[in-house]
Nanobody, 121 residues
C-alpha cells in the first residue's frame, strides 16, 4: 500500500558525508513518526534517528552531533544527513514510517528496502 524507496548509500571515506533519501508513495492516513534504523553484520536492527509527529528528533548516542533527520512533506521524503562518518557507521540503513491505523490506537509500520553505507579508507 505504502512503499518507501531508499537511495543515497554508497562508499565513503572516514570523515566524509552522505545523505540518504527515503521517498514515500501511497496513502498515509496520519503520520505518527519517521525514522532511520541500521543493521551491521551480527547486530540487531537498531534505531539511529527518530522524528515524532511533533517534530522532535531523537538520536542514538553514537551519532549525536553527526547525523540529522529531516522530513520534506512537499516531496514525501525523509532524509538522513550523515557527517563525520566513522568506520562503525558501516551498515544497511532502513527508513521507517509509522502510520496510525484509522479507527484504532494502533500503528502500521512501513519499511524501505535498505541501502548500504560503507565507510572505508
Amino acid at each position: 500500500q505504502v512503499q518507501l524507496v531508499e537511495s543515497g548509500g554508497g562508499l565513503v571515506q572516514p570523515g566524509g558525508s552522505l545523505r540518504l533519501s527515503c521517498a514515500a508513495a501511497g496513502s498515509i492516513f496520519s503520520i505518527y513518526g519517521v525514522g532511520w534504523y541500521r543493521q551491521a553484520p551480527g547486530n540487531q536492527r537498531d534505531p539511529v534517528a527518530i522524528m515524532t509527529s511533533s517534530g522532535t528528533s531523537k538520536y542514538a548516542s553514537s551519532v549525536k552531533g553527526r547525523f540529522t533527520i529531516s522530513l520534506d512533506l512537499a516531496k514525501n521524503t525523509v532524509y538522513l544527513q550523515m557527517n563525520s562518518l566513522k568506520l562503525e557507521d558501516t551498515a544497511v540503513y532502513y527508513c521507517n514510517v509509522q502510520d496510525e491505523v484509522p479507527g484504532t490506537t494502533g500503528l502500521r509500520d512501513y519499511w524501505g528496502q535498505g541501502t548500504l553505507v560503507t565507510v572505508s579508507g
